[in-house]
C-alpha cells in the first residue's frame, strides 16, 4: 500500500518535472540567457534529486534491513567524512592566521597590548575623592 502511494507520488513528481521542463524550454525567447541557463539546471538537480529518491526506495523496498543500514551508513559516513574535512581546514586556516599575526608582533618589536588606555579628566579632584590623609593609599599626584 505504501509502496503504491510512493510510486503515484514519484510519477506525479515526474510529471511535474516534465511539465517545469517544457515550460522552461518554451520561454527561452522571453528569458534572458543566463536565467534559462541557470533555470535547466536546477531542474536537472531535481530531476537527479528524485532518481536518487525513486533509487533509494528501490534499494529500501529490495534489500533486507541489515544490507539498508549498511547502505545508508556509508552515506552517513561520507557525510562525517566532509563536514570533518571541512572543520579541520577551517581550524587550520584559523591557526595560521593567528600564527601569522604572532609572528607580525615578534617582528615588530612591540608587546601585545593588554590593558585599555585611560583619560583623566581636567577637575580630577573632583571626580575622584581621595579620603584626607591618605589612609594608605595613593595620593593624587602619586597617582599621577
Known amino acids: 500500500m505504501a509502496r503504491m502511494d510512493a510510486e503515484r507520488k514519484l510519477g506525479e513528481a ?31 538537480k531535481l530531476k537527479q534529486f528524485f532518481e536518487g529518491l525513486a533509487l533509494e526506495s528501490k534499494i529500501d523496498d529490495d534489500k533486507p534491513m541489515i544490507m539498508k543500514n549498511s547502505i545508508h551508513a556509508r552515506k552517513t559516513l561520507q ?28 617582528n ?8 585599555a588606555v585611560t583619560t583623566v579628566r581636567k577637575n580630577f579632584t573632583q571626580s575622584v575623592n581621595f579620603p584626607p590623609g591618605g589612609g594608605g593609599r595613593l595620593t593624587e599626584e602619586e597617582f599621577l
Open 14 to 44: 515526474e510529471e511535474s518535472l516534465r511539465k517545469l521542463g517544457v515550460a522552461v524550454d518554451s520561454q527561452t525567447q522571453i528569458i534572458k540567457e543566463d536565467i534559462h541557463q541557470e533555470m535547466v539546471v536546477n531542474v536537472r
Open 108 to 115: 615588530d618589536g612591540l608587546a601585545p597590548i593588554r590593558r
Open 79 to 106: 557525510r562525517r567524512a566532509k563536514t570533518n574535512k571541512i572543520k579541520k581546514a577551517r581550524s587550520n586556516s584559523l591557526r595560521v592566521k593567528s600564527s601569522n599575526f604572532d609572528n607580525s608582533k615578534e
